[in-house]
């Protein structure tokens, strides 16, 4: 069963403007991460927060966490046309296991 | 070296054959995974390895069995696959090592599996 949910499904914006997506969860989770991955290819990782955290911010990206809501929002700032991709946010709630939510396809127009 | 290999790129098989995917990662990580991706779905766990030994099997049909040879090798074995099986698939590796892991995991490539 799917841990996490995203919205949008797809998201269209302008090279330079900010893109948001977001996350929602069921369960209780150690971590949640976020992935990027391009058409076909493999993941790869942004950026992890703890459950008792509520912030954390790399470079361009900025996440937050609220877990009395179990949601969970990642901001890229000043998007480029190479950020297009699919977005995965992923909860890990022990033993290994790591959840992917639905994703949101991100297309930057240049 | 951050990298995790995978092997074929590409794969076309028919239902009766038998074939192997392989991984390779030799960042010491002791936790490797492999997951189905179908196009335009998120990736689906499928097994882990730690430490060499199989730690979860998320009810994957027995036509799928998976082998750990070493700390750095993983193979997923395939028999008998159906078309439905068709599908990107992804290895992973993490390291699950310290008082507070985090298993954030490196992706290969992925194995674009065709089933005829």
């Known amino acids: 069963s799917q841990q996490g949910e995203e919205d949008p499904q797809a998201l269209s914006i302008q090279e330079g403007e900010n893109a948001t997506m977001n996350c929602s969860y069921k369960?209780?989770?150690?971590?949640l991460q976020w992935y990027r991955q391009n058409s076909g290819r493999g993941l790869v990782h942004l950026i992890l927060i703890r459950s008792n955290e509520r912030e954390k911010h790399s470079g361009r990206l900025r996440v937050t966490l609220d877990t009395s809501k179990k949601s969970s929002s990642l901001l890229i700032t000043a998007s480029r046309a190479a950020d297009t991709a699919s977005y995965f946010c992923?909860?890990?709630?022990?033993?290994?296991?790591?959840?992917f939510g639905a994703g949101t396809r991100l297309f930057v127009k240049a | 070296d951050t990298e995790v290999t995978q092997t074929p790129k590409h794969l076309v098989m028919g239902m009766t054959n038998k074939k192997s995917l392989k991984c390779e990662q030799h960042?010491?990580?002791?936790?490797m995974y492999w997951y189905k991706q179908k196009a335009k779905k998120p990736p689906e766990l499928m097994f882990v390895y730690s430490y060499e030994k199989l730690s979860i099997n998320e009810s994957v049909p027995s036509r799928f069995s998976p082998e750990c040879p070493n700390s750095s090798l993983l193979n997923l074995h395939l028999h008998a696959l159906q078309p439905e099986d068709s599908a990107l698939y992804l290895c992973?590796?993490?390291?699950?090592?310290?008082?507070?892991?985090?298993?954030?995991?490196?992706f290969g490539p992925g194995t674009r599996l065709t089933v005829t």
């Open positions: 992973a590796s993490s390291q699950d090592m310290g008082p507070n892991p985090s298993y954030e995991q490196y």
């Open positions: 369960t209780s989770i150690n971590n």
């Open positions: 992923a909860t890990y709630t022990g033993g290994f296991k790591t959840i």
């Open positions: 960042m010491g990580h002791r936790a």
